[in-house]
């Protein structure tokens, strides 16, 4: 065998994992983080890969026979873009609307600036927030400029940053084969650090610790400054202080980053080496920063001190520091990702930063119909503070936005997927043309069922990803202390990987040992006879140590990633123990590794010259989006993924589900308001996507830890004019019932009837369907009149499983609850057959635990669940 994993039959024939599986991958497909080498943007696109159109709405083709001419660089432009690219001067905030074709001005910006000779490809610095974007704009400007642009700087902002200290790293006192912690790390090592210091972890929760941690880095907050800002008798700031400074501690020991420290640090380098940021500042003449508007405070000094626009200075030799051109592109109603510290100050305040700034609104969208973007226009322009801007295109109307409302979360996802289906039959839409989008990712379980029992498949992105597998985590913990041994947090992970009969009395007498000596752990490991550990525990500790060195013997003498990895699998036993075992589970873990083998293998021909330690790097830095699967011409799969995910990302068939007020918005957010503001850009965000066809759905109630809860529209649905709006379903059956009656009348199949509408304040008000004129304070039935006051529509109980409805809404909840013991067996309309094993509250509280056998046991609130007694 050429490897340790040819008993699979080869690696292009794995067993395909099972349907939904977070690293599956469409045929051709590249594995995530890992960019083939002469791969034609074009080809990336598929089913919503991210790539952004041109003027005419047209994607790249591939190279050019020869240079392009200034002229031919903005032909085809529209009078904005042409401007864009062909500015000179003081910086240029290019603000970007979504689908406006902001790539294809960053690109030819790029290869104007080299065609008219005013900058060398090596002055260029251009920064993105995924891997992917990085290299489809390296390959789209590769392609107008040819080999030139691999001299470019074209990556995210930590990729550039790891490069920069890479070469730097002698002045922080770091090995050039550093580590990267990602989150799980630096998690696990707030864990050790926490239990060092012997703190009880329901009071200081290592996990709060680390957010905290990250929090701080992202502001670029130290140990010191932090502890200066104490007020005294906090004890949970005082403990985190000290868990900050053992941590940084820590992580210097093991010449190790985490991944907010590659920020921080590279701000660090800049403004404590001046002629470490001179050089930088005299090489970089042009830096262009995508996606401005997702920057956070760390990002945006980086920025000031790479470009130096708006700063004085003095070089080493007395001249004046030059400043570089700065060119950011953005759009603030597409900022979402507060949550990670990033800071709409930013993109709003730039021209305050930058006085002699210039702007340039980008408008015209070449994505979506008119309809889909007069829809996102009237959501995001009720936010307060934004730059106005209207999209519009010229490519028509399109057709209708389609709105349906289900009874359940159940309901819901069956007409997804049903349309979904129908949609194939009738307009040929295949299953990579189509995303389905929701608010978190708790409600991609019963999309997942539906689409099962369909036969349609698809693939859920964002969830437990790849490179957060335990057997893959293990494999690259591996390689970490393969090319560091200082490297404690993965040394650590893997004393006992595969079990070598060392435990936590083992690893902690070791940790004792390096601590006392002022060595890292991987060094007492190496010193392991200086310890006095017992018999057993040594030996296990020496095979340990021998492996390690024996692995990082092969590294010195010219091994591949690919070649250390089989290597350390198979001498650590790692692999043999999971062929051995009969836990299906196993076997797939098997595949996985076999896949992560092929990882390495492709980044080896990818980069011929390529370590370990920039393997490493590459798999430190993959995002969610680079797990999108590309379109090999085939059918692809359906897209599952939240709503943040989508960012970047278009596909001609959207799906946003969950639209209720309480899910999307998230219910977190509807007593801020300016959680409500970023609420309100997730919503435009998620409409945005959508280029031909768009569907919105909600559901009446939706089940949440077994309770189902009434859901009132979510405000966002008011907001959109009703003209583009094509209501499939506008009401539950339960709203129609209801309005019924209130003597409204019964609308044929529960259509066209009353919806519910907020006021400018966000407070419900009455809406009308067809047989009522707005205006209208209620209506006259056979049950008399119905006044449209608090709790009329069916909109309370979020989270609390209670309804606000009318008393005689109640009273019938009431009276239909079943009367049920413990050990009774019952039936349910979606989980079959049960058995009642405990019961609580009473009345129209009523709640029943009933264990349905393979469908888990259910909590249940019996006066809406579909439960009937045997």
């Not at 290299?135 to 001299?151: C, D, F, S």
């Not at 405070?297 to 570089?324: I, K, M, N, S």
């Not at 998620?686 to 280029?691: G, Q």
């Amino acid at each position: 065998m050429n490897n340790l994993f040819d008993g699979l039959a080869g690696l292009s024939s794995l067993t395909a994992p099972a349907s939904g599986s977070t690293h599956d991958r469409a045929a051709g497909a590249v594995l995530p983080g890992i960019v083939p080498a002469n791969r034609d943007a074009a080809a990336a696109r598929g089913g919503g890969t991210g790539a952004e159109p041109d003027a005419r709405g047209e994607r790249p083709g591939g190279a050019r026979r020869g240079r392009p001419s200034p002229d031919d660089l903005v032909a085809g432009l529209n009078p904005q873009q042409r401007e864009a690219v062909e500015h000179r001067g003081g910086p240029l905030l290019i603000v970007a609307g979504a689908g406006s074709g902001k790539t294809r001005v960053l690109t030819n910006r790029i290869a104007h600036l080299l065609a008219t000779g005013e900058a060398r490809p090596g002055e260029i610095l251009a920064i993105t927030f995924t891997n992917k974007a990085a290299a489809e704009m390296r390959e789209r400007v590769e392609a107008l400029v040819g080999p030139a642009a691999r001299m470019m700087w074209v990556s995210t902002f930590h990729s550039a940053c790891v490069r920069i200290l890479r070469r730097e790293h002698a002045a922080l006192g770091l090995r050039s084969s550093f580590s990267i912690y990602d989150a799980a790390d630096s998690q696990r090592l707030m864990q050790l650090v926490c239990r060092e210091m012997d703190l009880d972890p329901k009071k200081f929760n290592p996990k709060a610790f680390s957010r905290k941690v990250s929090d701080l880095k992202n502001e670029l907050i130290g140990p010191r400054e932090f502890a200066a800002t104490i007020a005294d008798g906090n004890a949970f700031d005082s403990a985190l202080a000290q868990a900050f400074e053992r941590y940084q501690a820590r992580l210097a020991q093991a010449s190790a980053l985490d991944f907010d420290d590659l920020i921080a640090q590279t701000v660090r380098l800049l403004r404590e080496f001046p002629d470490i940021k001179e050089s930088y500042r005299r090489r970089f003449r042009h830096v262009l920063v995508d996606e401005y508007q997702d920057t956070n405070h760390a990002q945006y000094v980086l920025v000031r001190e790479l470009a130096g626009v708006e700063t004085e200075g003095w070089d080493t030799r007395g001249a004046v520091l030059p400043t570089g051109q700065l060119t950011v592109v953005g759009d603030a109603d597409q900022s979402i990702y507060a949550f990670r510290g990033a800071t709409i100050r930013n993109i709003l305040e730039f021209e305050e930063d930058y006085p002699n700034a210039r702007t340039i609104l980008l408008e015209q969208n070449y994505r979506s119909t008119q309809n889909i973007l007069t829809a996102a226009n009237a959501v995001i322009a009720r936010n307060a503070g934004r730059r106005a801007k209207n999209l519009w295109t010229a490519e028509g109307a399109g057709p209708s936005i389609v709105g349906y409302v289900a009874d359940s979360d159940h309901d819901e996802s069956t007409f997804v997927v049903e349309e979904i289906d129908r949609l194939g039959d009738s307009d040929g839409v295949k299953p990579g043309d189509v995303a389905v989008f929701y608010r978190t990712n708790a409600q991609s379980r019963s999309l997942e069922e539906r689409l099962v029992r369909a036969g349609i498949p698809y693939k859920v992105v964002g969830g437990t990803r790849f490179y957060e597998r335990r057997e893959i985590k293990d494999a690259i913990a591996y390689l970490h202390a393969v090319a560091n041994p200082d490297d404690a947090v993965n040394v650590r992970r893997i004393l006992n990987v595969p079990k070598r009969g060392l435990g936590e009395r083992t690893e902690g007498t070791l940790a004792w040992f390096a601590e006392r000596e002022r060595i890292s752990f991987g060094a007492a490991v190496e010193r392991y006879a200086e310890v006095g550990l017992p018999p057993r525990a040594e030996k296990g500790v020496a095979g340990f140590a021998e492996l390690m060195a024996g692995l990082r013997a092969m590294l010195e003498g010219g091994a591949s990633a690919a070649e250390v990895l089989d290597a350390a699998l198979d001498r650590s036993g790692y692999l043999a123990e999971l062929r051995a075992s009969d836990d299906p589970q196993d076997a797939s873990r098997v595949e996985n590794l076999a896949e992560l083998h092929a990882v390495a293998e492709e980044f080896a021909q990818a980069t011929p010259d390529g370590t370990l330690a920039d393997f490493l790097e590459r798999v430190s830095l993959v995002a969610d989006a680079d797990q999108i699967p590309l379109d090999d011409g085939g059918q692809g799969v359906v897209t599952l993924m939240t709503v943040h995910t989508a960012k970047g990302l278009e596909f001609p068939v959207v799906f946003v589900t969950g639209l209720e007020d309480g899910t999307f918005p998230h219910m977190r957010s509807l007593a801020d308001p300016d959680q409500l503001a970023e609420e309100r850009r997730l919503a435009y965000v998620a409409l945005t996507r959508a280029r031909q066809r768009l569907y919105l759905t909600r559901a009446a109630v939706r089940t949440s830890f077994g309770v189902p809860n009434q859901m009132p529209a979510s405000r966002f649905i008011d907001d959109i004019p009703p003209e583009v709006l094509e209501w499939r379903r506008e009401e539950s059956a339960t709203e129609a019932m209801r309005r019924g009656w209130a003597g409204d009348g019964y609308g044929s199949g529960g259509y066209g009837g009353y919806r519910s509408r907020r006021d400018d304040d966000g407070d419900f008000a009455p809406a009308y369907g067809s047989g009522a004129r707005r205006g209208e304070r209620g209506s006259t039935g056979p049950r008399g009149p119905r006044s449209f006051g608090d709790g009329a529509p069916a909109s309370g109980g979020l989270g609390t499983g209670t309804s606000r409805g009318s008393a005689a809404t109640r009273s019938t909840a009431s009276a239909d609850v079943p009367s049920l013991a413990v050990g009774d067996r019952v039936t349910h309309d979606s989980y079959g057959l049960g058995t009642v094993v405990s019961l609580e509250g009473a009345g129209s509280s009523s709640v029943a635990k009933v264990d349905f056998g393979s469908a888990g046991v259910k909590r249940l609130l019996l006066r809406y669940a579909p439960v009937t007694k045997l």
